[in-house]
């Protein structure tokens, strides 16, 4: 959880310093799915967006979900970042 979550703001901010403009799509490896970043966003959000996420997570935990948690993720932030 901590380093699919880790590995997806990653990507998301190396995106951001390549110059990737708002309206783009922002892919991460491994992720079928990308995220559309409808504006900037600082590394102090993603992390707040990231201990929600992990938050939520823990309190339903379901083993079955482990190989679409990258997924998830970025669902979480596209709902969270408009």
Do not use: C, H, W
């Amino acid at each position: 959880l901590d380093r699919v979550t880790q590995e997806v703001l990653a990507a998301v901010m190396d995106a951001q310093r390549s110059g990737a403009q708002p309206g783009e799509l922002v892919r991460v490896p491994g992720v079928a799915e990308g995220l559309v970043l409808s504006r900037p966003v600082s590394m102090a959000e993603l992390s707040r967006l990231r201990r929600q996420f992990i938050s939520y997570t823990k309190m339903q935990p379901r083993d079955e979900n482990l190989p679409q948690l990258a997924g998830m993720f970025l669902q979480y932030l596209s709902r969270s970042i408009q």
